[in-house]
């Protein structure tokens, strides 16, 4: 790593203490520039990595509401408004427990590169509530999404910042910030993404993510001639990437045979079928069931419940390709090493940042083909941004259109990271790749609009 890197580094665990998400993700995307920066010799003259690494903006909130019971309730809401020097602010809503300010910053950060692969005009941002919508009412979720976003709505706009979905933010929750913008600022524009399709939204928005990462799978396999016909496939997470991720491997003829929740997974041998995960998506996205109730209804498949620490065993199953979909960090390198002893060759993140950094290196030194999730799950973003033109034009594009927008684009997001790679000597290196081609052309704007 190059001095200068490291002292970048080093100031930014200075100056932002514990928050170790974000200073992950910035040690990530740091590490593949080093192999570029010091051909760019006027970026370090302007501090660009400097002021890359430091938000615009964040906004902090008060979210309270009263439950059921008539119980008051007080969460923080955030919104991080990363960069904006590629486009208006874009990036998602998360609801959950777990959030945090350092885990936003991380998401917003690599949102930022994601958004610049995509080879659209949006810039970065990540924002959310330490909110746990498990067991909540829909009035509930509706009192909270309204309580979010009589704040939330000061900072956003068309052509301001968008927001999307995320973890706890799906269409019903967009459904209720939506109204509340629309109520609150009279005015019906493409503020947020991931709406209905009859208030604006735009087709496969729901789909698009997952179907992305398959796409992306499908761009790594066919260099080497390869396809995914049969391949089986381990899929984590049961929520809207992870379904939709499993629902195109059916389509092109793989066989996904897990899926989970952070409950524990379903195995299913010969590979879910569609009837099945038709059943799957009315057991998560309307009874918002758990994934073991799948084991009780199918006989085919067995349920394991996830280990309190330890191996998770989820990572033991043997496959040959494999998709990350549910959160962050939850492959670490033992899992990584079991993967690789049961036959893996082929690791596609569909979740952001769901493989550690040590994780990663292990694929690396076994030269197991591996995508990172700011490349391979730009699909949703991209139909973020085909939302938002549609939006802008007051007209709505046929769902092969879209798909074949995403596609092209996806296709594009494959090409520029082994472009890159090759490039800088990383030969196959999607990660490095990425991180450089994202890093760019957001540099590029930054340098041209005066390094700001
Ligand atoms: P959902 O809320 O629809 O689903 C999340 C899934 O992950 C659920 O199955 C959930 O299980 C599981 N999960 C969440 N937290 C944990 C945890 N700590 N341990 C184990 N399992 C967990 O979210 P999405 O599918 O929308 O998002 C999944 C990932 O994909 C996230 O990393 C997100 O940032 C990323 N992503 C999403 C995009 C989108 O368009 N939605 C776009 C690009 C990236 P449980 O119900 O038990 O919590």
């Excluded at 929740?261 to 195995?267: P, R, V």
Aim: net charge negative; charged share 30%.
């Amino acid at each position: 790593m190059s001095g200068y890197i490291k002292d970048v580094l080093e100031s930014l665990e200075e100056r932002n203490p514990g928050e170790k998400e974000f200073l992950a993700a910035a040690k990530e995307a740091l590490d593949s520039i080093g192999l570029i920066i010091d051909d760019h010799p006027d970026h370090r003259k302007s501090a660009i990595l400097e002021r890359l690494v430091e938000p615009e903006r964040i906004i902090t909130f008060r979210a309270p509401w009263v439950d059921d019971d008539g119980k008051p309730h007080v969460n923080r809401g955030w919104r991080v408004q990363f960069s904006s020097a590629l486009g208006p602010y874009k990036g998602g809503l998360r609801f959950h427990p777990s959030v945090t300010q350092s885990v936003l910053k991380f998401l917003g950060f690599e949102q930022t590169f994601k958004n610049s692969l995509t080879g659209l005009s949006l810039g970065g941002a990540k924002g959310g509530a330490d909110f746990d919508p498990k067991g909540r009412s829909d009035d509930e979720i509706r009192r909270f999404c309204e309580s979010f976003m009589d704040e939330l709505h000061r900072h956003i706009g068309p052509d301001r910042d968008i927001p999307a979905g995320d973890i706890g933010v799906g269409s019903r929750e967009i459904g209720y910030l939506f109204g509340r913008y629309r109520r609150l600022r009279n005015e019906f524009t493409g503020t947020l993404t991931g709406k209905g399709l009859a208030w604006g939204g735009s087709p496969l928005r729901t789909e698009a993510t997952g179907y992305g990462v398959v796409y992306f799978a499908a761009a790594m396999l066919s260099d080497s001639g390869k396809s995914l016909e049969g391949m089986r496939c381990i899929v984590s997470g049961s929520g809207n990437v992870a379904v939709y991720t499993a629902e195109k491997l059916i389509d092109m003829g793989a066989r996904p045979i897990t899926l989970s929740d952070s409950g524990g997974f379903i195995f299913e041998p010969d590979g879910l079928t569609r009837e099945k995960l038709d059943w799957i998506k009315e057991l998560k996205f309307e009874r918002r069931g758990r994934i073991s109730e799948y084991a009780d209804e199918f006989s085919s498949a067995k349920y394991t419940k996830a280990p309190k620490e330890g191996a998770n065993p989820l990572w033991q199953v043997e496959a040959d390709g494999v998709f990350p979909c549910a959160t962050q960090n939850e492959l670490d390198e033992r899992g990584a090493r079991d993967l690789v002893k049961a036959g893996v060759k082929l690791v596609v993140e569909g979740a952001n940042m769901p493989a550690t950094h040590e994780a990663v290196e292990v694929f690396r030194e076994k030269k197991i083909a591996f995508a990172p999730g700011k490349a391979s799950n730009a699909g949703g973003v991209a139909v973020s941004g085909l939302e938002m033109s549609q939006n802008s034009m007051r007209l709505t594009w046929t769902e092969e259109e879209v798909e074949g927008r995403l596609r092209a684009i996806i296709e594009r997001v494959h090409k520029s990271c082994l472009d890159m790679a090759d490039v800088c000597g990383q030969c196959n290196d999607y990660a490095h790749g990425a991180n450089i081609a994202g890093y760019l052309r957001v540099a590029a704007a930054m340098k041209a609009q005066g390094a700001w």
